[in-house]
């Protein structure tokens, strides 16, 4: 029995140390693979025309982010407000800027953050904005034998996705760790050409 437990720890203790490098990138890939194109399809819908549309949103935009609003100001722009303006320009640039950075691994603790609290807003405007909350297949419910909801289930595994991004970031093949490795090597120049030993570098950061 010793010799099975001690053979299971020496497995597993090798696939423990690919954790974080698999895990990270197949996290972000997942992402990818899942949200990208859908966020990116999402946010062409609320540019305006040309340019300047990245400016302007378009009115569906508006009738996606503030349904109730923009239907009470009977689906004229001219009735909303500054602040509902920046709100959607914001929104339609967090669409096709946040997907990626998370692509790339730029900034991505940040990034996945951000975009956790893009769904969360997205989500209370989908229950209540347009009335989702009234369906029993879009809210749905835990522990219910039913794992197609679209908020409790689909959108608990997109933040579960992000979360472990915002723990540990973007991996080895992002260029957040290109750039730590750039710096780290300036760093180590220096102290080398003055005849030091450079510092020695922590597991989180050859990770």
Do not use: C
Not at 20 to 37: G, N
Not at 68 to 87: C, M, N, P, R
Not at 157 to 166: E, G, H, K, P, T
Request: glycine share 10%; net charge positive.
């Amino acid at each position: 029995m010793q010799g099975i437990v001690s053979l299971h720890d020496r497995v597993f203790a090798g696939l423990e140390k690919a954790t974080i490098p698999v895990m990270t990138t197949l996290a972000r890939f997942v992402f990818a693979a899942v949200l990208l194109v859908y966020y990116w399809k999402s946010a062409l819908t609320k540019l305006g025309d040309g340019p300047a549309g990245l400016l302007a949103p378009s009115a569906g935009a508006y009738a996606q982010i503030f349904p109730k609003t923009f239907e009470a100001a009977g689906y004229d722009v001219s009735q909303l407000g500054v602040h509902h303006w920046a709100i959607a320009t914001l929104g339609t640039w967090a669409e096709l800027v946040l997907p990626l950075l998370l692509l790339l691994g730029l900034f991505t603790r940040l990034a996945a953050l951000s975009m956790i609290g893009f769904v969360v807003v997205q989500t209370v405007t989908d229950l209540f904005g347009h009335g989702g909350i009234a369906h029993d297949g879009t809210l749905g419910a835990w522990f219910d034998g039913m794992p197609d909801s679209i908020v409790l289930d689909q959108r608990a595994f997109w933040v579960f996705a992000l979360l472990y991004l915002v723990f540990r970031g973007g991996g080895p093949l992002s260029v957040d760790r290109f750039l730590r490795n750039a710096t780290s090597a300036r760093r180590g120049v220096l102290p080398q050409a003055q005849g030091e030993r450079p510092a020695r570098t922590s597991m989180r950061e050859r990770w």
